[in-house]
């Protein structure tokens, strides 16, 4: 068992373990970039070399470990500080939503923001404003409220995908 561990360590510290940049090919990873993530591929081939019952990972970012797990059909836990990094491991944790209810989900928050006024805050934050165009925020706006008006009247699962959905476009609506 020492001799295990020893190669174990030594394997887990020189292979290609940090980078989340082959996640980007892979399903339900790839829905949203987290540059801290572990590779997926790396962490399956752990877990499936191990064998474990259940897996922990008390720093469980976007959820790589748990993701891993379930794909092989492991009990696993994660426990993660950030609210949204948490909120965005949820998400992905919820990749056994149908798609066709996902749609439905997505579809009604984006006839609800297509129909109703913007509120803005009474200040608005620097930050936002560099970020985005006013046409931009605009929009995203009415989407945030759209999301929160109907965001109680869906699953557990389906809040956190559809947040996932639309946070994961932000980077795309982003000024260059
Ligand atoms: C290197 S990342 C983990 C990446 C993750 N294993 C993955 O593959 O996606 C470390 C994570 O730990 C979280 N974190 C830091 N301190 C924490 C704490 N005290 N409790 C829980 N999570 C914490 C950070 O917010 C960060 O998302």
New binding site residues.
Partial sequence: MPEFRNDFQSRAITERT?T?TDNMKLPIHRWFR?S???SATW?EGIIAELQPKTVL?????????CIAADKLGVNSYG????PF?YRL?QGKLSWEIHTHEFLEAITEIKNLAASIQPKFPDKMLVLLSKCYTEEVLIHLFKIKQAYLELAPTLSEELQSLTFLAISATLRCLCKR
Avoid: K, L
């Avoid at 990972?57 to 470990?65: E, K, M, N």
């Avoid at 426990?79 to 950030?82: Q, S, V």
């Fill in positions: 940090g989340f987290y801290a993530g572990f962490v990972d008390p720093f469980a970012g976007s959820g790589t470990i426990i993660e500080a950030h990094v491991a």
